[in-house]
């Protein structure tokens, strides 16, 4: 991968902070550890010739560009970041992600959005399921039209977790 030099993004933070009855919950999480993050992508080509998919390996990339950047190129893309987004739990990162444009180097033109994923999976723990990753996809990538849905993204996790932790003591 080749990454395009530019201004520093500032990430957007959400910290979600539990609370139960008016007050803070005491809950600590650590970071996760790398064996305990899924990772994978979106991709949303300009061309309509290529098709949008998930991504979960370089060929995925290759293979969804195909119609844009040939059937056999299999050399480096550049990368440029647009927007970066985190969703944390008590100052603890469980998911992250950030739009990039994918430029093809031999020409210099941008030819897809790419958003790459990262989820802590002690708190998303059907994140390896290729399903449950599309929908996420799904959801995630409509921050293209709604400048609203990370925020509510983040409070949908909040009010799961909350909901969560009234059904395992109940």
């Given at each position: 991968?080749?990454?395009?030099?530019?201004?520093?993004?500032?990430?957007?933070?959400?910290?979600?902070?539990?609370?139960?009855?008016?007050?803070?919950?005491?809950?600590?999480?650590?970071?996760?550890?790398?064996?305990?993050i899924?990772?994978?992508?979106?991709?949303?080509?300009?061309?309509?010739?290529?098709?949008?998919k998930?991504?979960?390996?370089?060929?995925?990339?290759?293979?969804?560009?195909?119609?844009?950047?040939?059937?056999?190129?299999?050399?480096?893309?550049?990368?440029?970041?647009?927007?970066?987004?985190?969703?944390?739990?008590?100052?603890t990162a469980?998911?992250?992600?950030?739009?990039?444009?994918?430029?093809?180097?031999?020409?210099?033109?941008?030819?897809?959005?790419?958003?790459?994923?990262?989820?802590?999976?002690?708190?998303?723990?059907?994140?390896?399921?290729?399903?449950?990753?599309?929908?996420?996809?799904?959801?995630?990538?409509s921050?293209?039209?709604?400048?609203?849905?990370?925020?509510?993204?983040?409070?949908?996790?909040?009010?799961?977790?909350?909901?969560?932790?009234?059904?395992?003591?109940?």
């Amino acid at each position: 991968m080749k990454y395009v030099q530019g201004a520093p993004i500032e990430p957007m933070k959400y910290n979600i902070v539990l609370m139960k009855n008016g007050q803070k919950m005491d809950f600590s999480l650590a970071p996760a550890p790398i064996e305990q993050i899924t990772r994978f992508g979106f991709v949303l080509p300009h061309d309509m010739r290529a098709q949008a998919k998930l991504v979960v390996s370089d060929e995925d990339l290759y293979s969804a560009l195909a119609a844009v950047i040939g059937k056999t190129y299999r050399g480096e893309l550049g990368y440029h970041t647009r927007k970066q987004t985190i969703i944390a739990l008590h100052e603890t990162a469980i998911l992250g992600y950030q739009r990039q444009a994918i430029i093809d180097p031999r020409i210099g033109n941008e030819v897809a959005l790419f958003w790459e994923i990262y989820l802590d999976q002690r708190i998303f723990p059907t994140s390896e399921v290729t399903e449950w990753q599309e929908t996420m996809a799904q959801i995630i990538i409509s921050e293209l039209s709604d400048p609203q849905a990370d925020a509510q993204l983040a409070e949908d996790i909040k009010n799961k977790l909350l909901q969560d932790t009234d059904s395992a003591k109940g």
